[in-house]
């Protein structure tokens, strides 16, 4: 695993100040030059939304499945989860787990695509990682997919999972799935999972808040316009957004520990640094990480790069410090 040296920055920390690894210059390269003129005017409708998950499924078979980790599928109402664990471990639920939720903007990815991501966790924490494929646009709202998630939380404490050694973690959409899964679960009276992980999280649905943020012309491959049409088909209703539906205007004091990492330049930064904030304002033990030269979400995107598997490395203590504390989970 790389060294990281982490300096003082503003409210975040800046991880990796020395540069970045000439694999994640080259993703950043092929961010900026392929992907990103693809994403800025691929129109987010529900129309395009499954030709686009199509797309990316697709791609996803071309990379071989990762290594040293065993395989449970579990089929729940309307939709299915993974559980991994590393090969040969076979570590009941009650011992400790991750609830993961993959990224995707609400309506791309799943199971296959970020399996290489929660395999790399299993095999960092040495417990069962719970992947979870929600529902998604346009075939639900977002707060639907919120309901699944908070469904799987339900089927892991049903199956002796003990909520003090649970940990909520995921990339993008899925950092945001953590966060208000956390606070849906504490306000239907359920105990909050012990800690959570957000990767390059949306934590503000609010993207009118966003427009003047610096990153906005710096992010690699994030377009404000995308994301202002998935909160459109997802979480207005009669173009209304209810701002209880983001996670940094939430009871953040019900919530556990939180680490928060993001790219430098990355848009979703902003979400990042209100939610470290808020947290700190309500008490909240957090920590705030910024990756230099770094794409979105690029810990899922190439799980093996060297900084992404410093991230997961710093995920993978972060949980066992939270599973492993005296304290139990926090309750409402």
């Given amino acids: 695993m790389a060294t990281v040296r982490v300096l003082e920055s503003g409210p975040g920390v800046v991880a990796n100040p ?8 080259m993703l950043l390269f092929a961010c900026r030059g392929v992907v990103a003129p693809f994403v800025r005017h691929y129109p987010v409708t529900p129309l395009t939304m499954p030709l686009a998950r199509m797309l990316v499924d697709g791609l996803s078979t071309l990379r071989p499945g990762p290594s040293g980790v065993e395989r449970e ?3 729940l109402n309307g939709f299915r989860m993974e559980i991994l ?4 471990a076979r570590k009941a639920l009650r011992d400790g787990a991750v609830m993961y939720m993959h990224g995707g903007g609400f309506f791309l990815c799943g199971l296959d695509t970020h399996r290489p991501v ?3 966790l299993a095999r960092r924490t040495g417990l069962a990682v719970v992947n979870v494929e929600y529902r998604q646009l346009p075939g ?6 919120v309901q699944d998630c908070l469904t799987a939380y339900r089927w892991l404490l049903r199956h002796g999972a003990d909520p003090a050694k649970i940990v909520f973690a995921g990339d993008s959409a899925g950092g945001y799935l953590s966060f208000a899964t956390a606070l849906r679960a504490v ?6 999972p012990a800690g959570l992980v957000g990767l390059s999280p949306l934590l503000d649905l609010d993207c009118a808040a966003k427009r003047d943020y610096v990153n906005v012309h710096r992010d690699p491959y994030i377009p404000l316009s995308g994301l202002e049409q998935v909160v459109e088909y997802g979480a207005k209703v009669q173009g209304r957004l209810d701002p209880a539906l983001s996670p940094v205007n939430g009871a953040l004091a019900s919530l556990p520990p939180a680490l928060l990492v993001v790219g430098e330049d990355e848009l979703l930064r902003y979400d990042c640094e209100l939610m470290a904030e808020r947290l700190t304002a309500a008490g909240v033990p957090n920590s705030l990480e910024l990756w230099r030269g770094q794409v979105h979400a690029f810990m899922s995107i190439l799980p093996n790069m060297p900084e992404s598997r410093s991230v997961l490395g710093r995920v993978a203590r972060f949980v066992r410090a939270r599973i492993e504390a005296e304290s139990p989970a926090r309750t409402a």
């Avoid at 020395?18 to 210059?25: E, I, K, Q």
């Avoid at 639900?140 to 997919?145: N, Q």
Wanted: glycine share 10%; proline share 7%; net charge positive.
């Fill in 18 to 25: 020395d540069g970045s690894s000439l694999t994640s210059r």
């Fill in 73 to 75: 599928q579990v089929r």
């Fill in 85 to 88: 664990r590393p090969a040969g």
């Fill in 118 to 120: 929660a395999a790399a």
């Fill in 140 to 145: 639900t709202s977002i707060a639907d997919s």
């Fill in 187 to 192: 306000a239907a009276g359920l105990p909050s």
